[in-house]
């Protein structure tokens, strides 16, 4: 895995590094002043105290509550086409461009896999990849808007528990994962923004009038991102009982309940979904 990473470190510093487009890109992802200076600081960094999570979190699971049950004023189809086409857009950008600049700040920012994959204890938060874990939090937030705009489109079903559970508690494991510095958190940046760039770009196609054929693979990346992570983890785990420790530990543990149970979850979803019982009434 070192020799693999050295390798791709090596190819983007010596060869993709010459392009101009590279360097731009380099540049307003990774060594932007904003960018390379971040640091997140409790009580004065946007979104960094535990009154702004629970205040955040509470709002958004008392609204969707309450907006469930009251009848709001209708939006005509067009409207919550038009409004649904441009959140999907909003959400595609910049997952994208989470996924572009963490792996870029990853390559260029880190000397080797073990830095990667397990932080030194009482490390800062401080730089491009804190920068985008950040971005990744407040990307978090807005994407309340997917429960709005569900229920705005009077489809209730469609508000289950697994949509509003894991929309809340994402935030919670976000702010965790950076209060401690989470060895893990990049890694999980960077495939959940890949995934989420499949998942939004087949919502914009939906909201423009376009059923794609491929809904279930949509579910099917979501399940392997939590294979994935748990595979990052275990790699963790290795490292922090073999050598001098991890950062963010406790994250780590909020993770592995938090992870497991959204994998059980999607998997009930896919069962009840896409079982062949289930296809084959579709067709009907």
């Not at 990849?129 to 808007?145: G, P, Q």
């Not at 289950?160 to 965790?176: D, E, G, R, S």
């Amino acid at each position: 895995m070192e020799f693999l990473f050295q390798a791709i470190k090596h190819c983007v510093v010596n060869h993709l590094a010459k392009k101009p487009v590279f360097s731009t890109l380099e540049y307003w992802l990774v060594n932007n002043p904003h960018i390379l200076n971040f640091s997140w600081n409790q009580g004065q960094t946007l979104g960094a105290s535990p009154l702004f999570l629970t205040l955040t979190v509470f709002s958004y699971l008392s609204l969707t509550f309450i907006l469930s049950l009251v009848t709001l004023p209708s939006v005509g189809p067009r409207i919550l086409r038009f409004l649904t086409a441009i959140h999907n857009i909003i959400l595609l950008t910049l997952s994208f461009t989470m996924a572009v600049g963490c792996t870029l700040s990853i390559i260029l920012r880190s000397p080797n896999v073990d830095c990667i994959v397990c932080y030194p204890i009482n490390t800062p938060p401080r730089g491009p990849l804190f920068f985008w874990s950040h971005i990744f939090y407040l990307s978090k937030i807005f994407e309340f808007m997917d429960t709005l705009l569900i229920i705005l489109s009077n489809s209730i079903r469609r508000l289950t528990f697994l949509h509003v559970y894991h929309h809340a508690t994402v935030v919670v494991m976000c702010y965790i994962s950076l209060h401690t510095s989470q060895s893990l958190f990049p890694g999980v940046i960077v495939i959940n923004s890949s995934v989420h760039v499949i998942m939004y770009f087949y919502y914009l196609l939906c909201a423009l009038g376009i059923r794609p054929k491929w809904k279930r693979f949509v579910t099917d990346c979501q399940i392997l991102q939590f294979f994935s992570s748990f595979a990052i983890m275990a790699w963790i785990f290795y490292y922090h009982f073999t050598g001098m420790g991890c950062s963010g530990i406790w994250g780590w543990c909020f993770d592995a309940v938090f992870i497991t149970s959204l994998l059980v979850l999607f998997l009930d979803f896919r069962s009840k979904n896409y079982s062949n019982k289930n296809e084959a009434k579709k067709k009907i």
